[in-house]
């Protein structure tokens, strides 16, 4: 019985999530969409740099806007009210309208785009548009409302409106004698001063927003890899899967050892001679003086592989000679197919001659 619990607690243990995931893993979770983002980063970005270019550019917008209102009380207000010049009005209004806004748009862009970039680079897939019917099912969305993630995302909300509501209590407060004396200054003054605090609030709410979107990115960062993490076993099998089952590889490679070896003894018979040690090592040598330079090794082997050899030679009349280091050291040094190395040629020379001199006297 205990031994029973004790694979059950290893089968529990190695099933449990707590290894990092595998660059395979986040590679294929990345094509699926599913990576760690904060959708909080860009529109934090936008808005303090939006802000930010409109405290820096005041007084180009202030410069254009006074021209559009001059432009339109000076001149357009003394026209004739007929199609063609209200066409001409509203048409340079479009325009002065649109050069206007554009640079806070470009900058908008940007951001959106760099902060979507800096978090997960460039990624281009359909998979999460795919329609899923998982999605709909009612438990699993119970269980993602009532999450730790929702949980999170309520108490982020929370903090937000309570540090933006801060951030505009202390301005707002710490300008309560100018917003009480605003009815007396001219319409300018008060246009000016209204355009420099809100911009003013909307650098410092922008600033925390984005330190808020850091580290919400990082804690994204940390649930994503949680979320990926794998088991002991799932890693295994991945690495089986890579890889190949190890018992499925040493079969295969034994295979091909057997075939390699059918097809060496096979090219025994061919051998001119074969030099032994004479129980350990067996080399079978050949040459043909018509399409060989220098004679090569065809099959070599020991103890049992040697024993083959020699009865293969046997059974086809093949001399075999019993030289131990010029044995070993033609087993040692060749591969099969290969020639008998430069050094090895005087001595094997001598055998081939004894071998053709024996053949001869037969």
């Known amino acids: 019985m205990r031994v029973y619990h004790l694979q059950l607690d290893l089968q529990l243990f190695a099933q449990e999530k707590t290894e990092k995931a595998t660059p395979r893993k986040k590679r294929e979770a990345r094509e699926k969409g599913q990576v760690a983002k904060s959708p909080e980063l860009p529109g934090a970005l936008i808005l303090f740099f939006t802000f930010l270019a409109m405290d820096t550019l005041g007084g180009l917008f ?147 927003l984005v330190i808020l979107a850091i580290i919400d990115y990082m804690y994204q960062r940390y649930e994503h890899n949680k979320q990926l993490r794998m088991s002991k076993q799932e890693i295994k099998d991945e690495h089986k899967r890579l890889e190949g089952d190890p018992l499925i590889k040493s079969r295969i490679r034994e295979k091909q050892r057997r075939m390699a070896m059918m097809r060496m003894m096979q090219e025994v018979p061919k051998a001119d001679v074969v030099i032994t040690n004479p129980t350990h090592y067996a080399v079978a040598l050949q040459y043909d003086a018509t399409i060989m330079e220098e004679p090569r090794v065809i099959a070599k082997g020991v103890d049992y592989i040697a024993l083959k050899i020699r009865e293969i030679a046997k059974e086809h009349d093949i001399i075999t000679m019993e030289n131990r280091p010029l044995a070993r050291a033609l087993y040692e040094r060749t591969e099969i197919g290969q020639s008998i190395p430069v050094d090895l040629f005087q001595a094997v020379a001598e055998v081939l001659a004894y071998v053709y001199k024996v053949k001869g006297k037969r």
């Open 62 to 208: 202030e410069d254009r806007l006074y021209s559009l209102f001059t432009v339109a009380f000076n001149e357009y207000m003394l026209w004739d009210v007929t199609l063609s010049n209200v066409s001409v009005i509203f048409a340079q209004l479009i325009v002065q309208g649109i050069m206007f806004v554009a640079p806070i748009l470009a900058v908008a862009l940007i951001l959106g785009v760099v902060g979507n970039y800096i978090q997960v680079g460039f990624l281009l897939t359909g998979e999460p548009l795919k329609m899923k019917l998982n999605k709909l099912n009612p438990i699993q969305g119970a269980k993602q409302i009532f999450s730790m993630r929702s949980l999170v995302n309520l108490i982020k909300s929370i903090l937000k409106v309570i540090i933006i509501g801060v951030v505009v209590w202390i301005n707002l407060w710490g300008a309560r004698e100018k917003l009480l004396s605003l009815s007396l200054m001219p319409l300018e003054d008060v246009f000016r001063f209204a355009g420099k605090l809100t911009t003013k609030i909307g650098v410092q709410i922008g600033a925390v």
